[in-house]
């Protein structure tokens, strides 16, 4: 098998790790968000690019702006909703064809969603990239995705 051909099962398996179908909070023009798995930090998102694409640089105009916009909504959202102090946005790329960033909310006290408590750890340093997974059970995921959808879509609006 070529490298090439090992690298794209490689990058298939990563993307389908990544962000699963049923975590998709909202499908726009050029961009996707999907709840992270890891809920850690409450609220954690992926805004992906609909298109293959690793360099930033290389976006449209039109990208570039729906990035910008629901970056801020979406931060917005977060802070307003959950509390959250500030929210991170992450790019480390190198191993996907597809840009996306990694949304980690930042909390200087535990917050709470729907009876949950989650940590508010390493506020004011560098978010922990080594914390242990923190899974919900699938009507968690569900209720936390249709709270930020139904907050995007008033932002939205």
């Known amino acids: 098998i070529s490298?090439?051909?090992?690298?794209?099962?490689q990058i298939k398996n990563i993307l389908r790790l990544m962000v699963k179908k049923?975590?998709?909070?909202v499908d726009l023009s050029h961009w996707s968000i999907f709840l992270d798995e890891n809920q850690h930090y409450l609220g954690s998102c992926i805004v992906m690019l609909n298109r293959l694409e690793e360099v930033l640089y290389n976006l449209s105009?039109?990208?570039?702006?729906?990035?910008l916009d629901i970056s801020s909504r979406l931060e917005f959202t977060i802070v307003?909703?959950?509390?959250?102090?500030?929210?991170d946005f992450d790019s480390s790329g190198g191993f996907t064809d597809r840009l996306r960033?990694?949304?980690?909310p930042r909390y200087h006290n535990e917050p709470e969603f729907d009876g949950m408590r989650f940590t508010a750890?390493?506020?004011g340093t560098h978010y922990n990239t080594n914390v242990r997974s923190r899974s919900l059970t699938k009507n968690q995921y569900s209720k936390l995705i249709k709270h930020i959808r139904?907050?995007?879509?008033r932002e939205l609006e």
């Open 3 to 9: 490298k090439q051909c090992r690298r794209y099962g």
């Open 22 to 25: 049923e975590l998709k909070i």
């Open 61 to 67: 105009k039109e990208e570039r702006s729906e990035l």
């Open 80 to 87: 307003r909703d959950f509390g959250a102090r500030k929210v």
């Open 101 to 104: 960033f990694l949304v980690k």
């Open 121 to 123: 750890d390493g506020y």
């Open 150 to 153: 139904s907050s995007l879509e």
